[in-house]
């Protein structure tokens, strides 16, 4: 599932690829991506005739914005955004297109079709489902040593499920709470609530560090991240511990190991990162 930097790196590439298209019509064969409005028709009704003027993302949501709407697409397991000439022949897996009145087709295709579309009015994006609830960015203001104390504090859950949480912070999935957590020397299955204020410091200094340094890199490229220009494999992040099981540690030399942390596969060194000190 794409994290923060990969859908970063989609926002950026969709912002060169897409605005100031205007969009002739909408193909939807799998009515189920889309979320809201749940009539499809009104989905495509509202957005006939709009123009894209620009990308966002919040968490790992791509917003998309017309004059009048904003649509919020998560990409979950498998989507793909890319734009093809009209003629291209479309992929089975294709189940939205968006297009266009220059003769080109923003192409929705996600194999597994868990992936969602929620259309809302500008402006009232953030105070409905999906957005509504989400915690702040990592890279905000909002986003303090302060605050993440306060949150691991009231927490009992262990400390990856914890910054799993979107609620608490967006942005961190599987891999990049692994790396962070290792970058800050704390074990996985550790309470959140049982952090010292140092860790914490440390935690939230390499939570910030991780996600930038990624995103500078344009996201990972594991389990064949394709981008939305369907470039594979343009960038490769060097991941410290994420699927690098039995391999030697970059700080110490000795083997990873790979436990499960609330159901997730979750990558640690045993010397760096011990439960116990
Ligand atoms: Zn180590």
């Known amino acids: 599932m794409p994290e923060l930097p990969e859908v ?8 060169q690829l897409i605005l100031n298209k205007t969009i002739a019509n909408i193909t939807i064969t799998w009515s189920k991506i889309i ?3 749940l009539e499809v028709e009104q989905f495509i009704d509202a957005l006939k005739g709009e123009t894209f003027v620009d990308v966002g993302r919040r968490g790992k949501f791509l917003i998309f914005y017309t004059h009048h709407f904003a649509l919020v697409s998560h990409l979950r397991m498998e989507g793909r955004y890319a734009l093809y000439p009209k003629d291209e022949p479309v992929d089975k897996h ?12 923003l192409r929705y295709r996600d194999v597994r079709k868990f992936g969602t579309m929620h259309l809302y009015k500008r402006g009232d994006e953030f105070s409905k489902a999906p957005l509504a609830d989400l915690g702040p960015e990592p890279f905000s203001e909002q986003f303090t040593v302060e605050y993440l104390q306060k949150k691991l504090k009231q927490t009992s859950r ?4 914890a910054l799993l949480d979107q609620k608490l912070l967006v942005g961190l999935g599987n891999i990049y709470v692994d790396e962070a957590l290792f970058r800050a020397g704390i074990h996985p299955e550790k309470l959140a609530n049982s952090l010292k204020k140092q860790e914490i410091a440390i935690l939230h200094h ?3 560090a991780t996600l930038s340094e990624a995103v500078e890199k344009g996201g990972s490229t594991i389990r064949s991240y394709i981008n939305s220009q369907g470039e594979i494999g343009m960038f490769q992040l060097q991941l410290n511990v ?6 030697a540690c970059k700080k ?8 499960t942390v609330g159901g997730r ?3 640690y060194c045993p010397n760096c990162q011990k439960l116990k000190k």
């Open 158 to 161: 262990k400390v990856k499920p």
């Open 252 to 259: 110490c030399g000795r083997p990873l190991e790979k436990i």
């Open 265 to 267: 596969g979750t990558h």
């Open 35 to 37: 979320k809201h409005p």
């Open 242 to 247: 994420y699927g690098r099981k039995g391999e």
């Open 94 to 105: 294709t189940h939205v297109i968006f297009h266009f009145t220059d003769g080109t087709e």
């Open 8 to 15: 970063e790196t989609v926002k950026k590439t969709l912002q």
């Open 206 to 208: 390499e939570i910030a």
